[in-house]
C-alpha cells in the first residue's frame, strides 16, 4: 500500500494500481521558468535532518536559476516509519510517500536470488526499482512539473554553474552513461528529465518483470539500462561541482 502525504490533505492511503487511472492535465510553463520537482527516494541516510538538508540544498539552486522547485520524499515504511510525523511538520517539504514493500521472502522468489553473481544484494536493488517507479508515477500524474530532478536522501550533490547543461527535454541526463564503447554502467544515483521521461525510465513494469530483470543483471545499474533502452530513451551525462554519497550512510 502507499500511503501519500501533501500539505492540507494529511496522510490518506492510496492504492498504487489506481495511479495511473488519474486524469492527466500537461500543463507547462508560458514563461521561461520551468517547475522543477526535486524527487528525493529512499531511506533517510544517516538520519532525517542530513536528508532534509540535501533536499534543500537542491531546492536552493533550482531557486537560484530563477525556477520553481517542488520538494518530493519516498520512502519505506520501515525504518523511516518513525521519521513520518516529523518530515510531514516540514513546511516545505510539499509531498511524502510513504509505501509498504513486498516481503523479503516475495522478492527473493521473484528475483530467484538473494545476491547478484557480482555480490548486489537483490533486495536493495528490488527496493530502489520498486520505489522509484511508484514515486515517479504519483510525480508524473500531477501534471504540474517541466523537469523531475530524482536524486537520493544519502548524496551530497551540486550542480553549480553547470545547473543548465542538465535540462534538455527529451533525454535522461545523469552523471555518467554508457561510453560508446559500450562498456560501462548508466548512474542510478541521480537524473534529471521531464516527468513522463523519468517515468518511463523507471517503469519497470510489474512485480514479476522487476524480479526477471533483476535476476538477468550482472550489476545493481543494468535494470535502468534496460528500461531505458525499452523506452527508448537515449542518456547523456552532464557534470557537477559536487558529487559525494555520504559515509555514514550505513552506520
Same mark, same amino acid.
Given at each position: 500500500?502507499?500511503?501519500?502525504?501533501?500539505?492540507?490533505?494529511?496522510?490518506?492511503?492510496?492504492?498504487?494500481?489506481?495511479?495511473?487511472?488519474? +486524469?492527466?492535465?500537461?500543463?507547462?510553463?508560458?514563461?521561461?521558468?520551468?517547475?522543477?520537482?526535486? &524527487?528525493?527516494?529512499?531511506?533517510?541516510?544517516? *538520519?532525517?535532518?542530513?536528508?532534509?538538508?540535501?533536499?534543500?540544498?537542491?531546492?536552493?539552486?533550482?531557486?537560484?536559476?530563477?525556477?520553481?522547485? =517542488?520538494?518530493?520524499?519516498?520512502?519505506?515504511?520501515?525504518?523511516?516509519?518513525?521519521?513520518?510525523?516529523?518530515?510531514?511538520?516540514?513546511?516545505?517539504?510539499?509531498?511524502?510517500?510513504?509505501?509498504? +514493500?513486498?516481503?523479503?521472502?516475495?522478492?527473493?522468489?521473484?528475483?530467484?536470488?538473494?545476491?547478484?553473481?557480482?555480490? *548486489?544484494?537483490?533486495? *536493495?536493488? &528490488?527496493?530502489?526499482?520498486?520505489?522509484?517507479?511508484?514515486?515517479?508515477?504519483?510525480?508524473?500524474?500531477?501534471?504540474?512539473?517541466?523537469?523531475?530532478?530524482?536524486?537520493?536522501?544519502?548524496?551530497?550533490?551540486?550542480?553549480?554553474?553547470?545547473?543548465?547543461?542538465? &535540462?534538455? =527535454?527529451?533525454?535522461?541526463?545523469?552523471?555518467?552513461?554508457? +561510453?560508446?564503447?559500450?562498456?560501462?554502467?548508466?548512474?542510478?544515483?541521480?537524473?534529471?528529465?521531464? +516527468?513522463?521521461?523519468?517515468?518511463?525510465?523507471?517503469?519497470?513494469?510489474?512485480?514479476?518483470?522487476?524480479?526477471?530483470?533483476?535476476?538477468?543483471?550482472?550489476?545493481?545499474?543494468?535494470?535502468?539500462?534496460?528500461?531505458?533502452?525499452?523506452?527508448?530513451?537515449?542518456?547523456?551525462?552532464?557534470?557537477?561541482?559536487?558529487?559525494?554519497?555520504?559515509?555514514?550512510?550505513?552506520?
Amino acid at each position: 500500500m502507499l500511503w501519500g502525504w501533501s500539505h492540507g490533505c494529511g496522510l490518506t492511503p492510496v492504492w498504487h494500481t489506481s495511479i495511473n487511472r488519474h +486524469p492527466r492535465k500537461r500543463c507547462r510553463s508560458k514563461a521561461a521558468i520551468m517547475r522543477v520537482a526535486i &524527487f528525493m527516494r529512499g531511506p533517510f541516510r544517516p *538520519n532525517l535532518d542530513s536528508s532534509l538538508e540535501r533536499a534543500r540544498a537542491l531546492v536552493d539552486e533550482v531557486k537560484a536559476n530563477g525556477d520553481q522547485p =517542488a520538494l518530493f520524499f519516498a520512502t519505506w515504511l520501515l525504518e523511516d516509519r518513525t521519521y513520518a510525523e516529523a518530515l510531514m511538520r516540514q513546511p516545505d517539504v510539499d509531498h511524502a510517500l510513504f509505501i509498504e +514493500p513486498p516481503s523479503d521472502q516475495t522478492i527473493y522468489a521473484l528475483c530467484g536470488m538473494e545476491r547478484l553473481p557480482l555480490g *548486489n544484494p537483490t533486495k *536493495n536493488m &528490488f527496493y530502489q526499482y520498486y520505489l522509484s517507479k511508484i514515486g515517479l508515477q504519483v510525480v508524473d500524474s500531477l501534471g504540474l512539473f517541466d523537469f523531475v530532478i530524482h536524486s537520493r536522501p544519502d548524496m551530497d550533490i551540486r550542480l553549480g554553474k553547470y545547473y543548465h547543461h542538465w &535540462f534538455e =527535454a527529451g533525454r535522461y541526463t545523469t552523471i555518467h552513461d554508457i +561510453p560508446p564503447d559500450g562498456e560501462g554502467i548508466v548512474n542510478d544515483q541521480f537524473g534529471v528529465a521531464t +516527468p513522463i521521461d523519468m517515468r518511463a525510465a523507471w517503469n519497470c513494469g510489474t512485480l514479476e518483470e522487476l524480479g526477471a530483470m533483476i535476476g538477468s543483471s550482472e550489476v545493481a545499474e543494468d535494470p535502468l539500462r534496460m528500461m531505458l533502452e525499452k523506452a527508448g530513451l537515449k542518456s547523456r551525462c552532464a557534470p557537477t561541482e559536487k558529487w559525494a554519497l555520504d559515509p555514514r550512510r550505513y552506520g
